[in-house]
Structures are given as C-alpha cells and as structure tokens.
C-alpha cells in the first residue's frame, strides 16, 4: 500500500475517533452553518477514506461514514449535555455521499495509453 493511501486512512480514522471521543465541536455559527459543517467535516472522512481504498466502493464507503454519523447522534443523545439532532444526521450523511459522487466522477476506470488513442 503507498504511504498516500495510509495516511488517508489514517487521517479519516483520526477524524472518526476525534468525533467519537469529543463530539462534534460546539457549533461556532447557528443553523444552516452548523449543517454545513457536518457535511464538511464528514464529506472529509469520506473523501480520505476513499483515497485510502483507491476509490474502490464508494456507495460502500459513504454508506458506512453515514452509518458512523448515525452512531455519532445516538451517542450524543446519551451523552451528558448533548444533543441529538436528526437533520444533523442528515447533513453527515449528505456531506459523505456528495464526497462519494465527486470523487467517483473525477476517478477514471481505465489509464488512458498512448497505443490507444486514435490517430
């Protein structure tokens, strides 16, 4: 495995552990801004997660940084002082599926050579 791909995963992995301990930072702005940095911070996890796998399966990969934003919230709900919301859950799973769809169209299947380029 390149070191670009392990230190992806490793950062996406830092990004999951950071938020499972602490919880989402206390919102700096109100609504909508507080959404939009759901998305971006879980739009991030996903995006490194998928470089850490070299692309491969992103419904999968955006599929599981959803499932640990779900996790997120229900852990927030039991949590002293914390507050679960589920348009929250919303925002992290849009952040990652957005992140999935952009990087899976900037990704090409198949390296383009000069043999088959047409003359």
Known sequence: MPIERLCCLL?????????FVTGMP????????????HAAVYGLACALFLIGTA?????AVAAAVAALGALEEV???FRPGGHADGLDFVADA?????AASLLSLTSRKD??????LEP
């Open 75 to 77: 852990q927030q709900a």
């Open 26 to 37: 206390a919102p700096l702005a109100h609504a909508p801004w507080d959404r939009i940095a």
């Open 94 to 98: 849009c952040g990652a599926f957005i």
């Open 55 to 59: 692309r491969r399966l992103p419904l």
């Open 11 to 19: 950062l996406g992995a830092g990004i999951v552990v950071r938020l």
């Open 111 to 116: 390296p383009v050579c000069a043999e088959s």
